[in-house]
C-alpha cells in the first residue's frame, strides 16, 4: 500500500498563499513637517530568534555596518495537527473529467481519488519592529481582516486542477517589548500572531477510462451448471463514417448503445426465447 510515489506540494503551496496574504502591507513615517514617507514590510520565511540574532551581533567585514532593515514579517511552522471534526468518509471517490487545455479533454478518461485527509498547519507569524508605532500600523492592517479566519482558494492538485478554500484562522496575539538593559544595547518590539492553516492532504490520482463495453455472464442454476447466458452492451458510434468506440466523444458525437443477449450453449439462441 505505501511506497507508491506522488508529491503534490500541498504543505507548500499551502504556506505560500498564507505568506502571500501579508506581502503588500506598507507602514508610513513622517520624515518632516509635510513629508511622509512610506516603506513597504518585507515578508520572509524563519524564525524569528534568526532576525533578533542578526540585530544583536556586531557588524562583521562581510555583512558591513548595517543590521537587517526593521520593521519586517516573519513566519514558520510550529506544527501539524489531524483535525478530526473535518472527517471525510475515507472509502468515498471524487471523480472528475479533464479540463480543456490539458490535452486529455477528447479521451474517454477520468481521474479519480480518495476524499482528502484534513490536517492543521499551526503557523507562527512575528512582526518584528523597532517602534511602537510601526508595529502599530502593521497590526492594525492585519487584525481587522481575521474574524476570525479568512477564506484562501488554492489549486491543490495539479493533475485534476483541484481547487479548495483553505481557512486561516487567527488564535491569538501576544507582545513582547525587549527594552531592559543599558543604553548601548538596540530595542526590539516583537507582536506574534499565533495561525491555524486548516488544509487538505490528497492521495494519488488515478487515471480510469470511461466503460464503453459491458460483457456479463450469468446462470439460472447457481448450484449445478456454468453460466449460461451472456449480456453484452456497448457503445456504438452512429457517424457516417462511425467513429471508433474508444474516440467517441460523449458531449459532442453522436451515439447509441447496443444490447446483445447470447445462450452460450446454443448457436441457435432458442433455449431462452432470444430469437
Do not use: C
Request: glycine letters at 4%; proline letters at 7%; zero cysteines.
Amino acid at each position: 500500500m505505501l511506497g507508491r510515489y506522488y508529491y503534490h506540494q500541498i504543505f507548500r503551496k499551502s504556506i505560500i498563499s498564507f505568506g502571500t496574504l501579508f506581502n503588500n502591507i506598507v507602514i508610513k513615517r513622517r520624515v518632516a513637517q509635510s513629508k511622509v514617507e512610506s516603506l513597504k514590510v518585507p515578508v520572509q520565511y524563519g524564525p524569528t530568534q534568526k532576525y533578533l540574532a542578526m540585530i544583536a551581533a556586531e557588524p562583521t567585514p562581510n555583512r558591513g555596518p548595517s543590521q537587517i532593515t526593521l520593521p519586517r514579517i516573519s513566519f514558520e511552522i510550529k506544527g501539524l495537527n489531524y483535525d478530526g471534526a473535518r472527517k471525510l468518509v475515507p472509502t468515498q471517490f471524487a471523480k472528475s473529467l479533464p479540463k480543456a487545455g490539458t490535452g486529455e479533454e477528447n479521451k474517454p478518461v477520468q481521474y479519480s481519488q480518495f476524499m482528502p485527509v484534513p490536517y492543521n498547519l499551526d503557523v507562527e507569524l512575528s512582526i518584528i519592529s523597532k517602534n511602537q508605532d510601526d508595529g502599530l500600523q502593521i497590526l492594525e492592517q492585519i487584525l481587522p481582516n481575521f474574524h476570525p479566519s479568512v477564506n484562501v482558494s488554492i489549486e491543490i492538485i495539479d493533475e485534476t486542477h483541484e481547487e479548495r478554500d483553505i481557512a486561516i484562522v487567527l488564535n491569538g496575539v501576544n507582545y513582547q517589548d525587549d527594552y531592559e538593559g543599558d543604553f548601548s544595547a538596540r530595542r526590539t518590539l516583537v507582536w506574534t500572531l499565533n495561525f491555524t492553516v486548516k488544509t487538505y492532504l490528497f492521495g494519488p490520482v488515478d487515471v480510469q477510462k470511461d466503460i464503453r463495453k459491458v460483457t456479463l455472464d450469468y446462470r439460472s442454476d447457481i448450484v449445478r451448471r456454468n453460466a449460461e447466458l451472456r449480456y453484452t452492451a456497448e457503445v456504438a458510434s452512429t457517424a457516417t463514417p462511425p467513429v471508433p468506440r474508444d474516440e467517441i466523444d460523449p458531449e459532442t458525437d453522436s451515439y447509441k448503445v447496443v444490447e446483445t443477449y447470447e445462450d452460450m450453449y446454443s448457436e441457435d439462441n432458442s433455449f431462452f426465447g432470444l430469437e
